[in-house]
C-alpha cells in the first residue's frame, strides 16, 4: 500500500472494540478500518494478547458443578472435530462494489453485506447505498462526485466517516484510502471532495446513547508525530 | 511540533540505535509460543488428543464461566457461552497458530466472538452485523514495517518518560526496564517471566498510549 493510513481509531476506542463491547455498527467502521492499516493491524492483535492473559490469570467461576462440566466435556469430545471448508467462513477479502460505470473495492468487513445489498439511490452528485446491517443502523456506503460538499444533517450520535477510495478534505485535514473521521454533534467542519477525485466513503451515523460514558479520545491522530 | 521520525533519519547510525531495548532484525521474527497451552492445541489439533483437551477445559471452562458469569450476569448463559466456545476450541483447533499469538488469545477471542453472536441473537430488533463481519480470523498480508520503533531512544525516552505512570501497571513495568534501565526485550522476558512477544505487544502498546499523551500535551 503506497498510501499511510494517517487517522486512527484512539486506543479506548480499539479496546472496546477487541473486547467486544463496543456497539455493532460503531465496530463495523473499526473493523473496516482496521483491514486498511496496518498499524492498528498490530495493536488489535497485541491488545488480544493482554484479553487472553487476563482470562489465563483470573480466577475461576466460585461457584461451580463440576457434574455439569464433566458431562459438557464429554458431549463436546462425543462431536467430530472440523476440516476443510466448514472451518472458514468469512469472507476472507475485499470485493467490489459497482456504481454506473465505477467499480471500488471495499474492505473485507463489509464484504457481507455489500454482497447481500447494494442498491443506490441517487441525489444530485451523491449516492447513497444502505447496507443491510440491522432495523435502526444507519450504515451505507456513500458515494461524492467530485467538487461536492457534504451536506451537513444534524444528528445526535457519532458521525463515523471511512474513506474507501478518493479523498475527502475540511477545514482540519485532509482524508485518504483508511482515515477514519468521527464527528461528534458539536463538531460543525464542511468536509468536501477535491475538485478532480471523486470518493467512496463508509458512514455510519451511530445512536446517540452509546457514548454517554464519554471515550476520551477518539481519534489517535499519529500523523502529528510522524508526517 | 515534535518529529521524532526526521530526527531519526538525520542521526542514522547513533549508539543508541544499538541501544538494548530497540528492534533487530532477528527479534523481529516470530515467535513460535510454546507453553502449556499452546503444546496442548497442538495435540488437540493433530491428534484429537482427549487427555490433552481435557487439561485445556478443566483450566479454561472455569475461568470462561467466571468471565460470562460477569457478562450475562446469567448463569445458564454464562454456561452457554462456555459450551460453545469449548466447542469451537475443539472444533476449531487446527486454526490456532503458535506463531501468530498465545493460546489464551485464540480462546479469548473465540469466547468474545460466542459472546457477541449470542447477545445479538437474543436481542429484539434484527440485527445483521456478525462476529464473522467484525472479527477477522486469518492473516493479513505482511506489510512494510511502519518504522514506528526505530526512533531516537534517547530523544524518546526524554519526551516520554514523564509520561509513565500513566500506563497501565503491567506496561509501565515493561517500559521502565527498557527504556530507563535499558535491559534488552530478552532480559526483560526472562526477569518478568513473560514470553518475549508480550514484552514486545505491551512495548507497542505502551508506545501508542505515550503518542497519544504526548499529543494531548500539545493541544
Ligand atoms: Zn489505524
Known sequence: ?227 | MLNLASTQRHDGTTPAQREPGMSTNDENAPEIRTGQWEDALSFVAVHQDKAAYSELFSYFAPRLKAFGMKMFGNEQQALEMVQDTMLNVWRKARLFDPSRGCASTWIFTIARNVRFDMLRKKQSRKDDISADDLWYDGNYPEQEDSGSHQWDTVLMTEKLAPHFDRLPEAQRLVMVKVYLEEKSHQEVSDELAIPLGTVKSRIRLALDRLREALDDTRS
Open chain 1, 1 to 227: 500500500m503506497t498510501h499511510a493510513v494517517k487517522y486512527h481509531p484512539g486506543i479506548p476506542l480499539l479496546e472496546q472494540y477487541v473486547e467486544g463491547t463496543l456497539e455493532a455498527d460503531v465496530a463495523l467502521a473499526v473493523s473496516a478500518h482496521i483491514d486498511l492499516c496496518p498499524h492498528c493491524q498490530q495493536l488489535c492483535l497485541d491488545l488480544s494478547a493482554e484479553q487472553g492473559l487476563m482470562l489465563e490469570k483470573s480466577a475461576p467461576a466460585a461457584e461451580l458443578d463440576a457434574t455439569d462440566l464433566d458431562q459438557m466435556l464429554a458431549d463436546i469430545m462425543a462431536q467430530p472435530q472440523w476440516n476443510g471448508r466448514e472451518l472458514n467462513t468469512q469472507p476472507q477479502g475485499p470485493v467490489q462494489v459497482q456504481l454506473k460505470d465505477k467499480t471500488f473495492t471495499v474492505p473485507r468487513a463489509l464484504a457481507r453485506l455489500v454482497e447481500q445489498q447494494t442498491k443506490w439511490t441517487q441525489l444530485g452528485s451523491i449516492a447513497n447505498a444502505k447496507l443491510p446491517a440491522g432495523d435502526k443502523r444507519h450504515v451505507s456506503l456513500l458515494y461524492i462526485d467530485k467538487d461536492t460538499a457534504i451536506p451537513q444533517h444534524t444528528h445526535k450520535g457519532l458521525e463515523i466517516t471511512l474513506v474507501l477510495s478518493g479523498r475527502i478534505v475540511d477545514e482540519k485535514g485532509s482524508y485518504g484510502v483508511g482515515d477514519i473521521l468521527i464527528n461528534t454533534p458539536d463538531d460543525t467542519h464542511t468536509p468536501r471532495t477535491l475538485p478532480d477525485e471523486d470518493c467512496l466513503c463508509l458512514s455510519v451515523l451511530s445512536a446517540p446513547l452509546q457514548f454517554n460514558k464519554g471515550i476520551t479520545r477518539l481519534l489517535n491522530p499519529l500523523q502529528h508525530l510522524f508526517y
